[in-house]
């Protein structure tokens, strides 16, 4: 069934009351973010700064260049999901919502590092308990995956106003979209290593 369109209210300012709301499956959360080009940028500038002083101490501590392929990888897992939504959005007529769905997409960095820190001592419980630490270690992790895979399917479906199936292609698109795109740094230098290796044999 075709959704019917909403008009989100205006945000209040209130984002961490709305994060605690849609971190818990309510819809009405969504309405305390920005839904403006400003508003998306706001809340990416803390993201990066946050990125830029881990670089910087990862530089500072003698490994310049891991510090450099951190940073550069990080950006690239913020902007991916907004640039991936970006094309979405335009072919399904909502580019309108867009902004505030990257905006929510930033806040959702530190929603997801919240579940985390919920989810580290139920590890601790389940080994307490006796479970080994790879099951443990197993089940939060398939937890935590569900969990975002969840949450970016419930974020597509309200803010976009997209259908239930369109939500799930939004959500599949953003995530392993966004995971693939992290993988080509790996798989270009591990062939640019494989290409030095066979030179040397070759000489």
């Known amino acids: ?17 709305g994060l605690l709301l849609v971190g818990l499956g309510k819809p009405a959360g969504f309405a305390q973010f ?17 990125l830029i002083v881990l670089s910087l101490v990862l530089v500072w501590s003698g490994r310049p260049m891991i510090g450099l392929s951190f940073f550069l990888t990080m950006v690239c897992d913020l902007l991916a999901p907004a640039v991936i939504s970006d094309l979405l959005c335009r072919l399904w007529q909502r ?8 905006n929510v997409l930033n806040f959702t ?31 939060v992790l398939v937890v935590f995956c569900v969990y975002v895979m969840w949450f970016h399917w419930f974020a597509a479906r309200h803010v976009l106003d997209l259908s239930s ?20 740094p790996l798989l270009l230098g591990a062939a640019s290593g494989l290409q ?4 040397a044999l070759i000489k």
């Not at 069934?1 to 009351?17: C, F, H, I, L």
């Not at 580019?95 to 990257?102: E, G, P, Q, S, V």
């Not at 929603?111 to 580290?120: D, F, K, T, W």
């Not at 030095?196 to 030179?199: G, N």
Request: proline share 5%; net charge positive.
């Open 1 to 17: 069934m075709k959704p019917t369109e909403r008009r989100m209210p205006k945000p209040n300012g209130r984002v961490a009351y």
């Open 34 to 50: 920005g839904g403006s080009a400003e508003a998306f940028l706001a809340s990416l500038a803390p993201l990066l700064g946050f």
């Open 95 to 102: 580019h309108d919502k867009w902004a505030r769905y990257a």
């Open 109 to 139: 960095q530190w929603l997801m590092a919240a579940a985390l820190v919920i989810l580290v001592p139920i590890e601790a419980v389940c080994i307490s308990a006796g479970a080994s630490l790879q099951v443990a270690t197993g089940a």
């Open 165 to 184: 199936a369109k939500a799930l292609l939004m959500m599949i698109a953003v995530v392993f979209g966004t995971g693939l795109l992290l993988q080509l």
């Open 196 to 199: 030095v290796e066979h030179a």
